[in-house]
């Protein structure tokens, strides 16, 4: 995949700027993301990532989380790579996309100065 991987810096200048929570959802993800296109997070982990931010707001929760990786994973710009169980708890684990990672471009360059 050979992209630039996007750091916690990056991540709380979007968020400033107040981007909408789906766009945060797939940044978060590409932190975590590399050229290994075995690299794969949980849902959860972004949740806590997103909580560094967004600390106790509504929109922030495993439920909404779940929601906008969803869309994602529908719009083709993540992949579900395996899913298990937990404590009787789904986790889901996730990858970018090449076409994650272009529609990333689209990030003003001024969020990522």
């Known amino acids: 995949m050979g992209n630039k991987l996007i750091d916690m810096n990056d991540i709380k200048k979007i968020m400033k700027k107040k981007v909408p929570l789906r766009s945060a959802v ?4 590409a932190t975590e993301d590399s050229a ?3 690299a794969e997070t949980t849902n959860e982990d972004v949740v806590a990532k997103l909580r560094l ?8 929760s495993l439920k909404v989380i779940n929601f906008h990786l969803e869309a994602l994973r529908t719009s083709g710009l993540i992949v579900n790579t395996r899913n298990t169980a937990v404590n009787n708890t789904l986790v889901s684990y996730y990858a970018v996309t090449e076409q994650g990672y272009r529609r990333l471009k689209y990030l003003p ?3 990522m100065a």
């Open 26 to 29: 797939l940044y978060t993800l």
């Open 36 to 38: 290994d296109t075995t």
């Open 53 to 60: 931010i967004y600390e106790n707001e509504k929109q922030c």
């Open 109 to 111: 360059k001024s969020l």
